[in-house]
T-cell receptor, first 113, second 114 residues
């Protein structure tokens, strides 16, 4: 089955700096890679996702890059703000029926002002 | 409903008792997932349903854990003979599958075994 490794487990940055979180996956057939944000006491929510037919996707201050050859993908947050403080989870699955969505262990991002 | 609904929100049970956790997915979502989140930990996969069948139940930690889904909708996660290490937040998520892969989470059930 799929296994997703996520690094770092904690990340502290100053407001305005960039933050990068990296994930690797084991199943070469995985082709869907979402990122979820979980604020304290709340449920995880999708912030961005990427499919294997593209190498990069951007949405305002966040972007995700994918390297299928190396089986890793990364989340990039620019111009960080205190409200970006949360736990971020990467995940991977095959974009087809019959496979589960497997998450990394999460990265706690703290943005100090 | 408007979103994924889980009940109860909180459950305190005595060690050795059985518990049932319920998940009502978004209407029309064929895929349903159960995850466990221990304090400060990640999203541990438990089981995945496609319709009423479970193609992947590899994450269930022991035979004390079981789940079912009926009518392609409501799912119940049952934990028998609960242990203290079962204490966690149990999250359910659902999605269209495979047309749209975004998974929507419920608010979770916080289980405390005393």
């Amino acid at each position: 089955g799929e296994n997703v490794e996520q690094h770092p487990s904690t990340l502290s940055v100053q407001e305005g700096d960039s933050a990068v979180i990296k994930c690797t996956y084991s199943d070469s057939a995985s082709n869907y890679f979402p990122w979820y944000k979980q604020e304290l006491g709340k449920r995880p929510q999708l912030i961005i996702d990427i499919r294997s037919n593209v190498g990069e996707k951007k949405d305002q201050r966040i972007a995700v890059t994918l390297n299928k050859t190396a089986k890793h993908f990364s989340l990039h947050i620019t111009e960080t703000q205190p409200e970006d403080s949360a736990v971020y989870f990467c995940a991977a699955r095959r974009y087809q029926a019959g496979t589960a969505l497997i998450f990394g262990k999460g990265t706690t991002l703290s943005v100090s002002s | 409903g408007a979103g994924v609904s889980q009940s109860p929100s909180n459950k305190v049970t005595e060690k050795g008792k059985d518990v049932e956790l319920r998940c009502d997915p978004i209407s029309g979502h064929t895929a349903l997932y159960w995850y466990r989140q221990s304090l400060g930990q990640g999203l541990e996969f438990l089981i995945y349903f496609q319709g009423n069948s479970a193609p992947d139940k590899s994450g269930l930690p022991s035979d004390r854990f079981s789940a079912e889904r009926t009518g392609g909708s409501v799912s119940t996660l049952t934990i028998q003979r609960t242990q203290q290490e079962d204490s966690a937040v149990y999250l359910c998520a659902s999605s269209f599958d495979p047309a749209s892969a975004e998974a929507f989470f419920g608010q979770g059930t916080r289980l405390t075994v005393v």
